[in-house]
């Protein structure tokens, strides 16, 4: 699994992606999600302001059961752009949109 995410550290010491989203991540939450999820963290870097982080799930396990745990990790900046319609029919067809299909 590869995820590629907002970095809290990045946001405190450069502002870089300032106003992206509400939620950003830090290396300590990766952690603590590899952990508990029975996974292995392959690699992990920062890039552009976000955390890159590539995990290999090594045992078979059920999502974290303690959910306090998992929110914990993430930092919270409220104010972040909200793209509004994003949940809307329309714009779903817009982002989906193959010029090659029409």
Not at 21 to 37: M, P, V
Request: proline share 3%.
């Amino acid at each position: 699994m590869i995820h590629l995410v907002p970095d809290a550290v990045e946001l405190k010491e450069t502002a870089v992606w300032k106003s992206h989203g509400n939620d950003y991540y830090t290396q300590e939450f990766f952690e603590n999600l590899a952990e508990k999820n029975g996974c292995k963290i392959l690699a992990e870097t920062i890039l552009i302001g976000h955390q890159c982080v590539c995990l290999q799930k090594v045992k078979d396990a059920p999502f974290m059961r303690d959910k306090r745990s998992f929110g914990r990790r993430i930092v919270k900046k409220w104010g972040g752009l909200v793209y509004l319609g994003c949940n809307d029919k329309g714009y779903r067809q817009f982002v989906n949109y193959n010029p090659a299909s029409h």
